[in-house]
DNA sequence: CGCGACGTTGATTTGCCTCAACGATTGTGG
DNA sequence: CCACAATCGTTGAGGCAAATCAACGTCGCG
């Protein structure tokens, strides 16, 4: 258990600097918790109360348009925070679903007990504050990417800069995290698989 | 100049509490600068050394692609942030013109200059930790709404949610910061207008 | 006034979606 | 442990929203 909780510590220090003491009151600030594969961390129009680490296993959040259709906004492996951070911010009701898609472990924090964990430990500020830089800057190079490569492109794009993460999920997650479908996704890889030729299949994604 | 100059105090002010003596050492981390319509900020390539706080005059971010088309990333009018993010953070060439559609002023702050700020006044650090988090949650949002909306519908969202911003872009910039051409927004406000009847022009977007 | 950038409108094309049927794989209860 | 159901991925046919291409009107600016 405790060696899964150092996941968090580890991560913090990739960031930020923390003495011994500091260290140590981080993690009695988080309860671990398990989720079973296919579980809800949270549905739509529940409260967010917890940001969540994940330090074993996948989830993806995603929304559900008036068709019926999921949306996926997020995958996330170990080492990504999975809330619906508005609900979370804000105690309004969530918007988006977060489900397990593999067994997973997730160590979790209160809202409340994170400012208090911010006045015990300053540099938690700076982590978090860097924490949503980076994410700022992933969105935006998503957008970015949403907005001027096709959907063939999109996926070679997710496949290079996330290479494994692709293999953890159904196909039909990632096409819609990528914005497609999922016979668009299927056919835009069997037109890769075909122009690589039989002979290589060194550059097989799977 | 100065009454423009506390457009900024006045901002952060909404996010966290700045003492009298807190307050007068930002103003003076910062240096105004004005910029002609059509003016860049920065191109790609460049380092972007400056994050920018527009007081006055508006903005807009983009990237174009290996077929000279531009994709818009931000709209940004009074009280946004603009800067190429990742080359301010870490020093590497821009990916992003920033280009002024309107005559603008700008009050800039250089990366050391920021971090000392930090330092200083330790509420910045909660301030830009929280301008990060309201990014981050607009962008998701933002993402959310290119895969689950059409784009009449998103054109109609933009509207609802940002009055007054569209009348102070070229239609061009706003269709390509929605994830369309400008033919389609073209298209799409006729077919609105259309529906709304000859006789009540109230929704006028204009 | 005349040039150039922008928006509009029409004709045509296209990338991706929808619908549907069929294999493959997974997981589950008998 | 097998049989069956359920879910997922693949493949094909047809359709649609939006893109592209192109011509024309309009506005602002030198």
Redesign the pocket.
Known sequence: MDHLGHLLVTHIRKYVPLSSEQEEKVLPSFRQRRIAKRGYLIKPGEVCRYESFVIKGSLRSFITDEQE?EHVLQLAVEEAWVSDFNSFLYGTPAQFYIEAVEPSVLLQIERPDLEALYRQVPPLERYFRLLHQNLYLKLSQRIVDNLSL???DRYINFIQQAPGVAARF???HLASYL?????????I??GLKDEAGPGEGNLSFD
Chains 1, 2 share one sequence.
């Open positions: 259709h096709s959907a063939r159904p196909q039909k914005g497609m479908t999922p016979v668009a996704l299927s056919l890889r069997k």
